[in-house]
T-cell receptor
């Protein structure tokens, strides 16, 4: 595809339910990031995938959050037993990973999660 | 702790006017600094990137400056247009692949 896509664009759920958010990175991009953007806050790093290496999960806020990346492409972020403080925009970004420090990250449009 | 502070938090200007957004950071070691533009409901899009040795970078009407000694950067927008209304985010990359984001400056351009 032409860019990073995410689905759904909006998700409203009830407290305690599980949700799955999907990210399709740009074809050929080996690095994939998940971020969370809460109202009035900067982007918060959640997790980083690079090729077949073990992901860096250091940003996940609790064990209710998990993510997978299948076949080095599509990624799914799962939030179990959602809480109201999980309400935010979840952004996915991918980069080609030529040089990790200067690579341009291309962001998807995000999924707006609202937990009632 | 690595931090990126941006000012002002929000800014309203008239179409055609210039404006300057500020970014101060404490990230160390320093690798590069990017400015992103984020339209409402969209993901951020990279405008400029500067490494340690660069002190200015332009992209059309956007000009970014970097003072690595004082750890300050600015983004200057010339002859603003209505489409410039967005959030502008300063992002600093240090020694790891995890960037540090500022909270952004919300710019509104009025006709």
């Amino acid at each position: 595809g032409a860019g990073v896509s995410q689905s759904p664009s909006n998700k409203v759920t009830e407290k305690g339910k599980d949700v799955e958010l999907r990210c399709d990175p740009i074809s050929g991009h080996t690095a994939l990031y998940w971020y969370r953007q809460s109202l009035g806050q900067g982007l918060e790093f959640l997790i980083y995938f690079q090729g077949n290496s073990a992901p860096d999960k250091s940003g996940l806020p609790s064990d209710r959050f998990s993510a997978e990346r299948t076949g080095g492409s599509v990624s799914t972020l799962t939030i179990q037993r959602t809480q109201q403080e999980d309400s935010a925009v979840y952004l996915c970004a991918s980069s080609i990973r030529v040089s990790a420090l200067t690579d341009t990250q291309y962001f998807g449009p995000g999924t707006r999660l609202t937990v009632l | 702790k690595n931090q990126v502070e941006q000012s002002p938090q929000s800014l309203i200007i008239l179409e055609g006017k210039n404006c300057t957004l500020q970014c101060n950071y404490t990230v160390s070691p320093f690798s590069n600094l990017r400015w992103y533009k984020q339209d409402t409901g969209r993901g951020p899009v990279s405008l400029t990137i500067m490494t340690f040795s660069e002190n200015t970078k332009s992209n059309g009407r956007y000009t970014a400056t970097l003072d690595a000694d004082t750890k300050q950067s600015s983004l200057h927008i010339t002859a603003s247009q209505l489409s410039d209304s967005a959030s502008y985010i300063c992002v600093v990359m240090g020694g790891s692949y995890i960037p540090t984001f500022g909270r952004g400056t919300s710019l509104i351009v009025h006709p």
